[in-house]
Structures are given as C-alpha cells and as structure tokens.
C-alpha cells in the first residue's frame, strides 16, 4: 500500500488542531481541498482516522494508531529532507537543537547568541527541554543533536555521544530561608521543603532521594519526577526566589542572585561531595552533521570550557 506522505501530514495538523478550518489555515490551503485529502487518506487505509461533530474533530481509536506513526514518519521525512538541504550547500536549512534544562542555560543559549552574530542568515530551533522529552526529540528525529547529561545514554548503540565536560551544581534557596538559620542541616532538616527540578535519567535519584520525598517515578520510562517538576532553569528561579522551594543548579546561574543578596547556597554538610552532571552532545550515528551544527557544537564546547570542572 503506497500512501501519499502529504497526506500524513495534513492528518498529523488536523489532529493537532482538531478543527478543518483551523488546521487548513495553518497548512494553507482551503478546507475543502483538507476534508477531500483526508477522505482520500481514509479510503487508501481503509478506516475512519476521523470522527466529525460540528464542534471538533478527534481521532478514532484506531486513527490514533494511525497518526502516531504518521507523527514519526512526517518527522522523519522532514528531518531527512532538512539534512540533505544543508549537507548539500552548507549554510541553508534549519538547524534544529534540543538541550536540557541547565546546560541549555549555561552553554546553548550564549553559543546560539554568538552564531547569530557571526551569521545572522543562520537558521535555528532551540529547544529547552528536560532531561526525557530532549532524549524522546532526538530519537524520533525531530531535532539534529541533543545536548544534555550524557550519563544514561553511554549503552544506546544508535547514538553517538561526544563529551563536554562536567558540571558542578549546588543547592540554593531564596535569601532569608528557614533553612539559612541552622547552623548544621541535617536530611530531615530539608525534606519539609518542596524541591524544584527539570526531570532527570533515574541514574540521577541520588541527587534528591535523601531531600525530596515527594519525587515520583515515570513507569513508562523509569525517569525521576522531583516534587515540582519544570521544563527551564528560569521558571525554577522564579519558584525558589519566591518561595521556600529549594533547587539545584550551576553557581553561574544564580551568581546574578548571590550578589544581589536575593538567593543563598545550602551547605548539605551531610555529602560527600557536589553534584556533578557529564554533558555531551548526541546524535544519530546514522546522521551526518552539517558544517553549521558542527560550528554550533564548537562554540557550545567554548562555552562549557569556561565552566566545566575540566577547564579550571
């Protein structure tokens, strides 16, 4: 059975948008050439993708099948026609990057400042995303490289990882915490405070599991939820400076903080030793990067020179 990729693709929008009108709109083309496409998608099948109200369109049991797979395939067939544009003249196409919570933070966002300055005709996608859906993103194909703790990813034989360094991180909380006035915290001390964090590979749970017992984890993916759970670094910041909530991160990511006297760093005495999280960047062995990702990579590693516990 041949199936026009179109097709899939006007599918995987309306289902998105859930409305003919609306997801013509987005795709650009009238409503009546998207009803006669996805009729046309349903005949080819041989089942009904689609139920229709006056109000809203949802898939059916079986078209939610269907449209799991066309989601992959429509990104895919993008991901590959998007390399090939840039392998073949080495500047156009878009350059699409997903990277986790804190070194998104710490090194993507300064390198992307950088490239645009060198090359502002450069095309890209930045994506801050925690520790699982940065991972779900590369593996399906809907960015070029991942950067993020590289820790779980050393046995995934599909990808090719390139270290960066390691990051130190330390506890912090807002200026004037319960917590501050202790003069020895102890675990129990901790443990009555909400701990703010992205999710994170369940080879992490020593980070958190003697401090939050509120953590969850995913069954689905084995991954560890922190009692308040969140996709960026900034949204973290704002919860801990505003209430007890207490986090962890880079010293560069709060130094603005501690110099104003707004935040504070916990002393856990009770640890050995600081956090440390390895970063890399990872790939598709298959993929070949082009010339813009691979100067991208290279200013992303400037920047984690300046933090990584290797460049001091």
Known sequence: ME????????????????HFGRAAAALRISQPTLSRNIATLEKQIGMRVFERSRRDVVATPAGDDVLKMADELVGRAEAISNNLQMVRDGRGGRLRV???VYVHDIAVRPA???????????????????????????????????????????????????PLGKLEGVYYCRAGHPLLKKASL????????????????HEKLGLIEDIDPGFTVDHTTGDILPSIAVSSFRLGLEIVSGTDAISLGHVSQIQEGLDAGRLAILDLTWRPRLPV?????AYKRERTLPPSARSFIGLIRKRMRLYSREGK
């Open 98 to 100: 997903a990277a986790g």
């Open 277 to 281: 999280a390895e970063m890399g960047v």
């Open 3 to 18: 199936i026009d990729l179109k097709l899939l693709q006007y599918a995987v929008v309306l289902a998105k948008h859930r």
């Open 112 to 162: 992307a400042i950088e490239m645009i300055k060198a090359s502002p005709s450069v095309r890209l996608e930045l994506l801050e995303r925690e520790w699982t859906a940065a991972l779900a993103m590369l593996m399906t194909d809907r960015v070029d490289f991942a950067v993020l703790d590289i820790m779980a990813l050393r046995g995934v034989p599909s990808l090719k990882v390139e």
């Open 186 to 201: 102890r675990p129990e001390d901790v443990r009555p405070f909400p701990f703010v964090f992205s999710s994170m590979a």
